[in-house]
């Protein structure tokens, strides 16, 4: 993240997501560590595209990694769910649909953090 910090031009900053997508495959060898690329994407803003690209080239790897990557989207609905806008719920809540693993809590932690904010007048 903090190279992307330094970036300045445009097309150097699409580089460096385009670098990170191309990691979100169960082809490379980066499989194994997609939850780190998720938490930079999520960090940086991208998370629906990170969704995207995950479901489509990560899911069904051998290295746990989409596993992981999901068990680490559980874990920042949990404990940094105000960071997440009503469109990036909606994104995850598509994204379910077409996840044929193991999910952990994530459906229930999205119900619950629209109830929070219903409950809240957010």
Known sequence: MNLYKKLNADDEKKRYFD?????LDKNTEYAPVGYLILFVLFSLGKLD???DVAVKNLQGD?????????R???ALLRFRHSSFTPE?????????ASVKEQTFRIGERLA?????????GE
Do not use: T
């Open 19 to 23: 670098a990170l997508f191309q990691r």
């Open 49 to 51: 595209a990170a969704l």
């Open 62 to 70: 051998m290295a746990y990694g989409f596993s992981d990557f999901l």
């Open 72 to 74: 680490l989207l559980d």
């Open 88 to 96: 990036n719920l909606d994104s995850i809540e598509r994204s379910l």
């Open 112 to 120: 619950a953090i629209r109830a929070y904010r219903l409950s809240h």
